[in-house]
């Protein structure tokens, strides 16, 4: 690693944005930054945090955002971070340390989560009543109440929480919020709830990702039918590797049922992500044969190649799929 520069400092360029009992937010912004896409004229940081035991740093997050929250910390505890940052001239340079304390844990905050976890209606009701409780209020996963609610399937408990105030539109630390959730555990009549209450289709978490992408993902195929039937965009792409619901199937799941009502409801059998990879291509890739049959059914064309040239049966081959391959060239077959 480059030394760091003395000359090279950036004063309250780490600041802190939120602090709750449980978490702490930083963000940082640098002047001359050039926002380019490109990693190679990009800074990239380097989070670190002090070992309160040994006085040392310890790196906690390293990447090219220019935010971070600090999460799983303890109430009433004072934590001190700094910002390394390395230049694409190859400079490095550290900010001033920044110290901050978590805050007191709210009366009673506990108990809530406790009671929510408990599946305890009456004890929840009492905990609520005493009107000291912040009904949104985080545990150390950076959860609130009707996260954890809704992501149990405790549906009793959801329509509670809902009725004292409880916020439907609170993200996790990686910009979950209850509905996405809900979709990825599978839970259909607390997803027909919360939308009922104003949770929509369009919410994103971090990477860019809609409640129905973790549809996709946990493979919930009621919740999917529900969703498009309600109007949800079907090939709704996330903002990292644009993939839409039908790609996250061929990566993540394989799941035909699944892929095949997408199909059906519209969803592109062609579509391309960033990288130029099709469905049928993430398929082959991760060898689920009969999902690569199903969207050679619906018209994938194998001929499409990424941007590195490579098509699906020059996939199959590679990663050895015998079988794969046999069946792209019997779709070829005329």
Not at 57 to 68: A, K, L, N, Q, V
Not at 156 to 170: F, N, P, S
């Amino acid at each position: 690693m480059n030394p760091v520069s003395e000359d090279y400092m950036f004063p309250e360029v780490l600041m802190v944005d939120k602090v709750s009992h449980y978490n702490i937010e930083l963000s940082w912004k640098m002047a001359q930054d050039t926002h380019s896409d490109s990693t190679e004229t990009r800074s990239c940081f380097a989070l670190e945090q002090m070992d309160p035991n040994g006085h040392t740093y310890d790196t906690i997050y390293t990447g090219y955002s220019t935010e971070y929250i600090v999460g799983e910390l303890e109430p009433c505890t004072r934590y001190q971070f700094r910002l390394r940052i390395s230049k694409p001239n190859g400079q490095c340079c550290l900010t001033p340390a920044v110290s901050v304390s978590t805050a007191s844990e709210p009366l009673y905050g506990k108990h809530l989560h406790q009671a929510v976890n408990r599946n305890d209606e009456e004890e929840l009701i009492k905990v609520l009543q005493t009107g000291k409780v912040n009904v949104n209020i985080c545990d150390k996963m950076g959860l609130t109440p009707l996260m954890v609610a809704a992501q149990k399937g405790f549906i009793r408990i959801v329509h509670i929480l809902l009725e004292h105030g409880a916020d439907i539109h609170m993200k996790n630390g990686s910009g979950k919020n209850c509905m996405m959730l809900a979709c990825f555990a599978g839970h259909l009549d607390i997803v027909k709830h919360l939308h009922k209450f104003g949770a929509t289709w369009q919410s994103r978490d971090l990477s860019g990702c809609t409640p129905l992408h973790w549809a996709a993902d946990g493979g919930h195929l009621p919740i999917i039918v529900y969703m498009i039937e309600d109007g949800c965009e079907v090939d709704v792409r996330d903002s990292v590797s644009q993939w839409t619901p039908l790609m996250r199937v061929s990566a993540v799941s394989g799941n035909s049922t699944v892929a095949s009502f997408l199909i059906r409801a519209g969803a592109d059998v062609n579509v391309r992500d960033k990288d130029g990879k099709t469905p049928l291509m993430m398929a082959v890739l991760n060898n689920y044969e009969q999902l690569v049959s199903l969207l050679l059914n619906h018209g994938a064309d194998q001929d499409v190649k990424n941007e590195f040239g490579s098509g699906a049966p020059k996939m199959a081959k590679a990663f050895g799929s015998q079988n794969i391959s046999d069946l792209l060239e019997d779709k070829k077959q005329p």
